[in-house]
């Protein structure tokens, strides 16, 4: 169970289950308390039957408020990357493993905060059903939040980033989330790396 007595994201998944569906009751999820300050709901997009799932933390301040994710400078950094591996979007499925923006005012202005253990749990069910439809070939996780989500509480990108794991019926590999590119004090060799996680992830599904 979610904090606050939430019940996290079950009871609100649809009957039928369709990426159409899932994004409508989404919309209006109660899962967690972070529903209360986001602006909405930003759920995934792109394609079921994707080959690609790329799995992100959570929305930040532009994606929260235009309802899309990857829309803000860390979703430009990712289509730099995606572009040069040779990863075409429309072969990609974008999402996050926490769909509402959770942040802290510091005056007028929203600081990402990350989601805790429990909301990521409340959230684990838009996600797998994401995993369920989209069926991808590879999912490419980006930072610890997607990686606690989908590979467990043990699980470490910097140890195991560069390694491709199995996931269910896909292929994984995990990598660091493009914002840490921002971040990084070098950020042309943060973004080398980077990319290098993402041609591995393009070369293993194509194999």
Not at 22 to 40: I, K, M, P
Request: proline share 6%; charged share 25%.
């Amino acid at each position: 169970m979610a904090k606050d007595g939430n019940t996290g994201a079950a009871p609100f998944l649809p009957e039928r289950l369709t990426l159409t569906e899932l994004r409508s009751a989404a919309a209006g999820c109660r899962g967690c308390e972070l529903y209360r300050n986001a602006t909405q709901t930003v759920f995934g997009e792109g394609p079921e039957g994707a080959r690609f799932l790329i799995v992100g933390e959570q929305p930040g301040d532009q994606e929260d408020r235009k309802g899309a994710p990857f829309v803000g400078p860390a979703g430009r950094i990712l289509d730099r990357g995606l572009e040069e591996a040779g990863i075409a979007r429309d072969e990609v499925y974008l999402t996050n493993a926490v769909k509402h923006f959770s942040f802290t005012l510091r005056g007028k202005r929203r600081i990402h905060q990350k989601p805790t253990a429990a909301e990521i749990e409340a959230c684990t069910p838009w996600l797998t059903a994401e995993f369920a439809l989209v069926k991808p070939k590879m999912v490419v996780v980006l930072g610890a939040t997607a990686a606690r989500a989908l590979l467990g509480p043990a699980f470490r990108v910097t140890q195991r980033r560069g390694e491709v794991l199995e996931l269910d019926e896909a292929l994984a590999v995990a990598t660091i989330h493009p914002s840490a590119v921002l971040r990084a004090p070098d950020r042309e060799e943060a973004y080398k790396g980077f990319l290098s996680d993402l041609i591995l992830a393009r070369r293993s599904c194509s194999s």
